[in-house]
């Protein structure tokens, strides 16, 4: 995920002004909470969050794929 410098709040900022960082994560799909200068949380459009999800899940399963695609015979061998 690349993060726009902009989108860098402070976490007491965020606190004061939830309604403004709301506005710039339907804006930009993500801000990032900086706490003590540095990144502590990250607020993310819930769309955003389930393509991630999904990104990763298809990656297991393409992973998953792989091994049984490589053991096909074991597997057959142990399903007798």
Known sequence: ?????????SISEANQ???????MVER??????LKN???KYILLDYEE????????EEKLE????KILMQNLDA???LAK
């Open 1 to 9: 995920m690349l993060v726009n410098t902009k989108n860098l709040v």
């Open 17 to 23: 002004n939830f309604s403004r960082i709301a506005k």
């Open 28 to 33: 930009d799909k993500s801000v990032i909470i």
């Open 37 to 39: 200068n540095k990144p």
């Open 49 to 56: 969050f389930n393509k991630e999800s999904m990104s990763e």
């Open 62 to 65: 393409d992973i998953a794929n």
């Open 75 to 77: 597997f057959r061998e």
